[in-house]
């Protein structure tokens, strides 16, 4: 018998408690933070995924991203994210992944980074709601130490038509550790969003918003206020894929008996 959210017995199963502290702890870590000078500027950022399902739990994914920024007036930052997510029961998802950031703006300096994440789903129709913890080793070049950051995201989507949705979302970094690079602990980014999706087509889907992204940076802060554009394609399944060709090498037989 499936039991409601409300059955006492399934609360360790439900995502809901996490949900609900996530941005409590951010307004806290906020609420702590010194108000201070920052200096604010205009960004563009363009976010383009590919989603492929490799098996009913596996999926591999990979997400592209050119950022513009100093009041769009040059290329700042080129992302390249590949990973790879196992999806599980009750809306849990766990993945692992690898980013490049060519950092343009400073003479095409190299950042990686290796991270982890779990990440959960849960729906109180119509709403959907996620949240997701990221886990991220940061390599620098020219360093050799390593920067650790853990991420806290929170998001809702809420349907207004059969196609559109509202989303929002906001997300908190915390660095973890000193390097040469990485001089303060503690909070020290915040990023919050808001804007539409909309279901371009049967695998499409595009999305467009405001994000204000808060910075702390030694002696000022830095907000940008940013356009968020962003296209996302499902691609068909493997398992899509082979019966597709089985049907048409089927279809050759039969035209030809």
Not at 40 to 49: D, I, R, V
Not at 146 to 163: E, K, N, Q, T, Y
Not at 165 to 187: H, P, S
């Amino acid at each position: 018998m499936k039991r409601s959210c409300d059955d006492p017995r399934s609360l360790g199963r439900n995502p809901l408690p996490l949900l609900v502290l996530a941005p409590i702890l951010g307004l806290a870590l906020a609420a702590a933070s010194p108000a201070r000078a920052a200096e604010e500027l205009g960004a563009l950022w363009f976010t383009a995924q590919l989603h492929a399902p490799l098996t009913d739990r596996l999926s591999a994914h990979l997400l592209l991203q050119p950022r513009i920024g100093d009041d769009f007036s040059e290329l700042a930052r080129i992302v390249v994210r590949p990973w790879l997510q196992a999806s599980f029961s009750h809306g849990l998802a766990g993945a692992l992944g690898y980013d490049a950031h060519v950092i343009v703006k400073h003479r095409s300096l190299l950042e990686q980074r290796a991270w982890q994440q779990l990440s959960f789903r849960h729906s109180w129709a119509p709403t959907r709601a996620n949240a997701r913890f990221r886990l991220e080793q940061r390599f620098f070049e020219g360093s050799n130490e390593v920067a650790l950051r853990a991420r806290f995201l929170i998001g809702f989507a809420v349907p207004l038509s059969w196609s559109v949705e509202l989303v929002a979302r906001n997300e908190f970094f915390v660095n973890l550790n000193e390097t040469g690079v990485i001089r303060r602990t503690g909070y020290r980014e915040n990023r919050l969003f808001g804007g539409f999706a909309r279901r371009l087509g049967g695998r499409t889907r595009g999305e467009v918003g405001y994000q204000m992204q808060w910075v702390g940076l030694p002696g000022s802060d830095l907000v940008n206020h940013t356009l968020m554009l962003g296209l996302a394609v499902d691609l068909p399944s493997l398992q899509d894929l082979w019966r597709s060709r089985s049907s048409r090498v089927h279809q050759r037989r039969f035209k030809g008996s």
